[in-house]
């Protein structure tokens, strides 16, 4: 999607935000809102809002000098994930459909997010994944399931730390020798890296790769040749969170995303509520609209 | 105040919503949260707020060559008002103190406001003021009403169109022939001007004055000079709404600041929570702190 004017306040106050993450300098606060002011003001609009983050967090490594101000975020997120992971295991075991049960999971995993303005710290993420099971989801499982099995090379975007851990219920379910991982090339906010995918022990499990870029989300000119090629030959694209549903959705077909709605812009464009649970499909043709 | 950087998203939000006020030309949302990130960016933070509103409400108006895109809200929150009115008359004499009625009512209608985003339409109206009179309100009212018996001249500064309706209820708590109601010089967002005080009935009660500023808030450096010689003759000040707390809060001390906190910054430097009714006196003593 290109960027429409509505993200332009949120650009700032994840920016700020992410400035009191990685500094107690109140005048460093101040330049690098000032910063992102600039960077917005400059920016090409009919780049994915993605885009515009990855240059917001950029200067706010540049100027603070820490290489990945949410490591610790990261980091304390997946091991309070890793804490809550055997009783979803044994919720998804016990469940009459595991597959539907480990969706779910995987899109409640979604709440944790340090960007979006609807994403939750622990306590939400609990409170969350107690709720993930008996909460309503928009999508057609049953197309997915069927995708599933048919496909022969799957490449699954992962999105957060944290979230990736209960991704891992997922790809449990799936035949884990057909199926790809992909975190982030590099730090940025709080997405999931190599050493998230690590944390979680999903390397016992799949191939893991990296993207190459350190945008949150799927930007495909700024990713690796290496991963563009993988994204190619891919028969199944399994995206999760809202990063990846904006730089792919309407111009990769057939891509599954899987998230949780956090903004009224995307919320118009899934027409689902924010907050909702959503297993969406990418139109066949470009820029067509569907619901889930 | 100062401009903290978490007013900075808040600017823009607000320059969107104004913009998709003001014309339902896509083209022109994008041009006008440009042009306030630019004015933002070119901004002195050592300015209030409101002055930042200011710029940006005049780059909408000459943008959209509209130059009052809040006139048709303003007289329909008007007449909201005064179709409450006789109601609300009514329980303030049926009161046991009317005058502490009075003031519950006019910190109600603060709720009209639609800069904020914690602002609410017509439906928040109509609950806000059916539960101003339960709600408890931070302040000390006693002091509020020695000052009032005290005083021999009395400068209520009006916020906004709507809420000045209810504004009517308290100045006929007071001694309305040492009253004297301000409003803005010229039309900003949706605060009241003469317009709104004729609708309002407020002439016939007292006499009423502009402020000869377009900023949403009283930038005494702003307003003309005659304003600012009846502002420095006055020994009572009691000023509406968040606009004027930001900009006369920590600069002159004494004034009665009458509002609903309607953002985390505003909350922090009450010590209130957002959405408290509010009573608070500016401290004495420059930019000393002071609960309510």
């Known amino acids: 999607m290109t960027t429409p004017p509505d993200c332009i306040p949120c650009f700032l106050r994840q920016a700020l935000e992410a400035a009191r993450f990685a500094t107690d300098d109140p005048a460093l606060h101040n330049r690098i809102v000032l910063q992102a002011l600039g960077a917005v003001a400059a920016m090409d ?6 885009a515009a983050i990855q240059t917001i967090q950029r200067l706010l490594r540049q100027t603070t000098g820490v290489d990945d101000p949410y490591r610790d975020a990261k980091q304390r997120f997946n091991h309070f994930a890793l804490e809550l992971l055997p009783e979803c295991v044994a919720e998804v075991r016990r469940a009459r459909d595991p597959f539907t049960a480990a969706v779910r999971f995987a899109i409640a995993g979604n709440v944790i997010d340090l960007g979006a303005k609807g994403g939750l710290g622990e306590a939400g993420m609990h409170a969350a994944l107690r709720r993930a099971l008996g909460e309503p ?34 790809i449990e379910q799936l035949p884990t020798d057909r199926v790809t991982l992909v975190v982030r090339g590099a730090p940025t906010i709080n ?33 690796s040749e290496y991963f563009r090629r993988r994204f190619q030959a891919a ?18 077909p057939g891509i599954f995303f899987l998230f949780k709605v956090k903004c009224p812009t995307v919320a118009a ?24």
Chains 1, 2 share one sequence.
């Open 45 to 50: 609009l009919s780049q994915p809002p993605p």
């Open 137 to 170: 989801m928009a999508g057609d499982i049953e197309a997915f399931r069927r995708a599933v099995a048919a496909a022969r090379q799957i490449l699954y975007l992962a999105d957060n730390a944290g979230e990736i851990v209960f991704d891992r219920l997922l």
């Open 191 to 223: 997405d999931a890296t190599r050493e998230d995918a690590q944390t979680a022990g999903l390397p016992e499990l799949v191939e893991v790769i990296d993207n190459g870029s350190d945008a949150p989300g799927t930007i495909l000119a700024d990713c």
């Open 235 to 252: 028969d199944l694209i399994i995206a999760k969170g809202q990063g990846n549903f904006e730089s792919l959705a309407d111009t990769v």
């Open 269 to 292: 464009q899934v027409g689902r509520p924010v907050g909702s649970q959503v297993l969406w499909r990418s139109p066949r043709q470009k820029n067509a609209s569907q619901s889930p």
